[in-house]
């Protein structure tokens, strides 16, 4: 392995195959290299390298990969998934490694290196209102990549193949969009839908699509935009109204997009309420079938712009209408996590709040992947009796049990050891399963 990596230092420079685009205003870059021809015969596993340019580094995008790409070189000899990646501080507010599956550890022969290099805008969401509808917040807008947004990835812990297929999904249809693909004959709607119970991360998993498919389609575009619609609070006030407020609300969107070079991505959180079933028994079913119409209608005017992706959510996809599921590409069923997943967020907790102090003395603690838990004494295996006891609590309540156990039984202590802690979780899930 050693002799390997000096023979592929060495004749990197001249046997790396090189690529790199460049997005004129911004600085957006996007490098991908294929490691040493000798290897071509193993298959390269290609891994996305993000990376988020400190706002006071202004070196050439050439200087910048030549630099990440000797520090990870010499740095590292093996990758894998949410690996701690460190000595870049001096130019990255992060960077980080994503996409390889859980239990896979590639070594830097075998990588396909794709650089994502690109600047977070540190600006707060504005409300969008509607045009001569001034208490109306039509969205709330985000410039892409955005610092608040660039945590929500890796804090929802889904299955690793549906990470893998949410970005699949985005970066193909991105693709075909801009090959201009027939969509008469291969259907390309570029809108996809994440459903499933309440609390299971789904607007925080479509948030954070669309911030890694601007991250990763960043070489196409100049600049990103998400807009966020809530289709409940929007439509539960003015609902006489809301056929007409559609209209407005995509003449908003579709002028945004008018600009070919911003990537824009519509989020419609709980889209069930503007898309209900037409033939539903509501009091003013003439202004149901309108708003759904609408929508319909906006949805099949938009998708002449190729730059526009819309991300749904919603907790009831049976009431969604049909023609409107219809148009949906790819649906994505997000469900209350399972046991991995209970013990990966409990996880998390603990260890935020002992890099805080409240838990005290640190412990040492596995993640899921390192864990034993054959060992009934261990720290790890307090923690998977918990996990096993809230089996059926969402993501939501789970993130939410280390403030009850907290407040309600433990009596607010400055600090608590990691045993008390743990009894003090099971005291609150037993209380909230009550
Ligand atoms: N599977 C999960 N893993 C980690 N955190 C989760 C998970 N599901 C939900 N959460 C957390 O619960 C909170 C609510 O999530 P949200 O995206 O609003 O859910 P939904 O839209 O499905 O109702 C967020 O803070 C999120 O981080
Ligand atoms: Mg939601």
Not at 1 to 28: A, H
Not at 123 to 135: A, M, P, S, V
Not at 301 to 322: A, E, F, G, H, Q
Request: glycine letters at 4%.
């Amino acid at each position: 392995m050693v002799l390997e990596k000096i023979f592929l230092k060495r004749n990197f420079k001249k046997e790396k195959k090189k690529s790199s685009t460049f997005n004129r205003e911004l600085g957006f870059f996007c490098f991908r290299f294929k490691m040493s021809e000798i290897y071509d015969s193993c298959e390269k596993i290609p891994i996305h390298i993000e990376v988020a340019l400190r706002e006071d580094v202004n070196l050439a995008m050439d200087e910048l990969q030549r630099i990440i790409l000797q520090r990870l070189s010499s740095n590292y000899h093996i990758f894998y998934n949410h690996m701690e990646i460190i000595g870049f501080e001096d130019i990255a507010e992060y960077i980080s490694i994503g996409d390889i599956n859980y239990d896979k550890i590639v070594s830097f022969w075998q990588a396909e290196f794709i650089i994502h290099i690109f600047r977070l805008s540190h600006n707060l969401c504005e409300k969008e209102f509607i045009e001569n509808e001034d208490d109306l917040p039509a969205a709330e807008q985000w410039e892409l990549p955005n610092v608040y947004l660039s945590g929500y990835w890796d804090s929802v812990v889904v299955d690793q193949i549906i990470k893998k297929r949410l970005l699949g999904y985005t970066s193909t249809s991105m693709q075909f969009s801009e090959a201009l693909i027939n969509t008469d004959i291969i259907t390309c709607n570029r809108i996809m839908l994440l459903h499933g119970p309440p609390g299971t991360g789904k607007t925080t998993l479509a948030k954070s699509l669309a911030q890694k498919t601007f991250i990763r389609q960043s070489q196409k575009y100049t600049s990103g935009l998400l807009l966020e619609i809530n289709s409940h609070s929007l439509f539960s006030k003015w609902f006489s109204e809301s056929g007409k407020l559609v209209m407005k609300l995509f003449e908003h969107i579709n002028d945004v997009a008018e600009d070919t070079e911003t990537f824009v991505a519509v989020l419609i959180d709980e889209v069930e309420s503007i898309t209900s079933i037409r033939t539903s028994n509501s009091s003013e079913p003439g202004d149901a079938v309108r708003v759904v119409n609408s929508v319909l209608t906006c949805l099949d005017n938009l998708k002449r712009r190729t730059n526009v992706l819309v991300l749904c959510t919603s907790n009831m996809l049976s009431s969604i209408d049909p023609a409107f599921v219809d148009r949906i590409d790819f649906k994505v069923y997000i469900g209350n996590p399972n046991l991995s997943a209970r013990y990966q967020i409990l996880h998390s907790c603990i260890i935020e709040l002992m890099s805080k102090g409240i838990i005290k003395p640190a412990v040492s603690l596995e993640s899921w992947i390192n864990a034993d838990f054959n060992n009934f004494e261990s720290n790890e295996y307090a923690l998977y009796n918990v996990s096993i006891a809230a089996e059926g609590f969402s993501g939501r309540s789970l993130r939410k049990l280390p403030l009850q156990a907290h407040a309600f039984h433990l009596d607010s202590r400055p600090c608590v050891t990691y045993h008390s802690f743990v009894a003090g979780m099971r005291d609150a899930l037993n209380a909230m399963n009550e």
